[in-house]
């Protein structure tokens, strides 16, 4: 399983991004996604998680209202619409999915996933 994620990129403060990941073959099945993300110096920290069906989605505290996890399991991808963006938003954002077949699975613990993205640089300055 590889996960491929893109779409990042320098915006300024206000504005939107929208980072994309892959899961590749497109056919090898449909998992728990997330998305994390590393600003320097710091720990990698959770962002956003939808469940197999999308029917169950998590935020951390700090993107609920700003940001959108959605998926496309047809295209088995995952984007994180990212809206109101502000400098410490600033980091490197990891798609990340969990070897689980259930439905409505969904966790904030980046030690519960199994495979994980390059990672895409999202920058907010002015």
């Known amino acids: 399983v590889q996960l491929q994620a893109s779409g990042g990129g320098l915006v300024q403060p206000g504005g939107s991004l929208r980072v994309s990941c892959a899961l590749l073959p497109r056919t090898f099945g449909t998992y728990p996604m997330g998305w994390f993300r590393q600003a320097p110096g710091k720990e990698r920290e959770f962002v956003a998680t939808?469940?197999?069906?999308?029917?169950?989605?998590l935020y951390t505290d700090t993107v609920k209202g700003r940001f959108a996890i959605s998926r496309d399991n047809a295209k088995n991808t995952v984007d994180l619409q990212m809206n109101s963006l502000k400098p410490e938003d600033t980091a490197v954002y990891y798609c990340?999915?969990?070897?689980?077949?259930?439905?409505?699975?969904?966790?904030?613990?980046?030690?519960?996933?199994?495979?994980w993205g390059q990672g895409t640089q999202v920058t907010v300055s002015s």
């Open positions: 990340a999915a969990v070897n689980s077949a259930r439905n409505e699975y969904a966790s904030r613990d980046r030690a519960d996933y199994d495979f």
């Open positions: 939808i469940s197999r069906t999308g029917r169950r989605i």
